[in-house]
Every structure is written in structure tokens, then in C-alpha cells.
């Protein structure tokens, strides 16, 4: 090869180490002429330039390599990038083996996950490896790894969850709900994605979240909303389309309190929604579509009678306990033009 031509391609090879022999020798004479000074520095800034390092560590290496290089005298431009391309050389190493070390890891040492379900009737409070919590509703799972590795804190949600993020601004936390995805640095946020569910809900009480869409290789691909609190997303996963609107946001995320709120909430969603909650199979009949909405509210404990007797007394619906597991309910009074 011409060594009298400064070849930038096989220059960058020396520098992330991936060159061969004989080119490891002709970048070595590239250092010795001083006609390819300015070429060099332009190569190794814009080779720094392309580094992901955290941005106050880079700031501090930026300010003391200006300032070495502004004291550099013209006899000794040999010597400085000799020395620049071997830190250049480090810094490219720590960058590469930062950017492979996880799946390296992760080939030697795989991830654990752990999985968790609730039961029809049950919930749970969950503290993951980062310290965010979990208020995991009934019959919903969560799946997650025994430590957060990589760029991201990634779990998956079938059913219903309040999250509690803990704020990491360099390690985002996304929720994975089918094709469904919702990103945050740390908040405070509801999702509903049951599997027997048409939609998904995503209502949030603090911070800021991003929902949106993943493409067929799970990685990100269109952000459909950015949410703010007492605001509610609903995703239709048949339709493929979404609404945004202004809710009482607690309303829809009490019931990791301990309370059952419905409000303008319609019959069959709030049927459902019993049915986890009490752990029971209600057979509900005779709903005209979009008619028979329920606002009610009930705190935990309240014997699923005394809630079936409350709605009851409104007129919307009458019904036969069978047995404890076992309860046909009749919608009575729902006017579909209402």
C-alpha cells in the first residue's frame, strides 16, 4: 500500500484494534509524517465524537484533551499523536467492550426471570431490582429479569398493574404488553391488558408516559402518545386505533388502594371487573350495546351482595345468586338511546 496516501478507512482499523499486520505498520508511518497531522485529528475527533460515553465523563475527558493539545508545540506533533492515538485506541476499547459486554454476559451467565401471577381474587405487591413496585391486580402476571441489564429495564404485563418507577434517566422502564409498548424514566401509571380484553388501557398518575407500537423485531417503532397525569389512552388491539382523553386518574388506579371505583363505567367492563375481583363466574344477559353504564364506588371487603344488591337498586339489573361461586345477573332499565 501507498504510504505517501493517507487511507482513513484502514486508519480507523488501527484505531479500534481491527487491522491487520502490515496495516498496523502503515498506520504507524501515518503518525510519523507530519503532511497527515491534520487529517489525524480530524479522525480521532470525529471518532470521539461517535462515542455513546455518559455525557458528563466525556466533557471532562473533551476539556483536558483540548487543553493538552492546545500546548502541543509543532516539534512535538510526533509524539502527542502517538500518544493521542493510543488513549483514542483505549477509549474506542472501553467503548466497544461497554457496547458487547452485555450480550457477552448474558451468553456466559444468561438473564433469570422470574415470573409472578395473581389468582381470580388476589393481588400483590411486588419491589423489583430497582427498587420501582408492582401493585399486581387479579388474575394478571408480570415477568421480569432477576437484574435489569443493557440500556433498558424491560418487563412484561399480562392483566392489570399499577407501576411505581423508580427514576433512572440513563436506564429507561418499558412495559411490554403484547404489541403494546409504554416507556418511562420514573412514574407513576395504570395499565389494564388482560388477554381476553379487546383493548388496552394506559392511565397515568404522575410524570410523563410514552405508548406506542412495536414492530415485528420488538423494538420500538411508532410512539402513538405522550401522557401526562389524569390522562388515559385506550388502545384497540382489533381496530388498531387509539383515544386519548382527561380522566380522574384516581379513580382508575384506587383499586391499588383497596377500592373498587366504576364511574360511567359500562356494565359488562364493570361484570368483568367483579368477576376478578370476587373470584366468580357471573353470567350476565339481556345488555343492549353501549347502554348501562354504572358510577359506584365500594371499599375492599364489602361482601360481593351487598355490591350486586347497590347496583340493583338503580334499576339497571336484577339478579339470582346461585351460589357463592355462581350468579346470573339481568340488565333491567338500560336504554340504548341514553
Known sequence: MDNNTFHPELFRRFLEGTCTADEKRTAEQYLENPEFASQIDAMMQQMWDETTEPLADRRAAEKRYQRVRSKIKPDQRKVYYKVAASVVFLMLCSYFTTRYWDAIRDRVDPVRYVSVETKAGEQRLLELPDGSQ???????????????????????????????????????????????????????????????????????????????????????????????????????????????????SATRVAWHEGRLVFKSCPLPEMIKRLERWYAVKINLSDVPAGACKVTAAFNEGTPLQDVLESVKLTGLITYTLHSAQKIDVVARGCDIKK
Do not use: M
Open 134 to 248: 408492582v401493585w399486581l391486580n387479579a388474575s394478571s402476571r408480570l415477568r421480569y429479569p432477576a437484574s435489569f441489564r443493557g440500556a433498558l429495564r424491560e418487563v412484561a404485563l399480562t392483566g392489570e398493574a399499577f407501576f411505581e418507577v423508580h427514576r433512572d434517566e440513563h436506564k429507561p422502564f418499558v412495559v411490554q404488553t403484547r404489541e403494546f409498548y409504554t416507556r418511562v424514566l420514573g412514574t407513576s401509571f395504570n395499565i389494564e391488558a388482560y388477554d381476553d380484553d379487546a383493548t388496552i388501557d394506559v392511565t397515568v398518575a404522575t410524570g410523563k408516559v410514552a405508548v406506542g407500537l412495536f414492530d415485528s423485531t420488538r423494538h420500538e417503532q411508532n410512539e402513538l402518545a405522550l401522557l401526562t397525569p389524569n390522562h388515559h389512552v385506550r388502545y384497540d388491539l382489533g381496530q388498531h386505533t387509539w383515544i386519548k382523553d382527561s380522566v380522574a
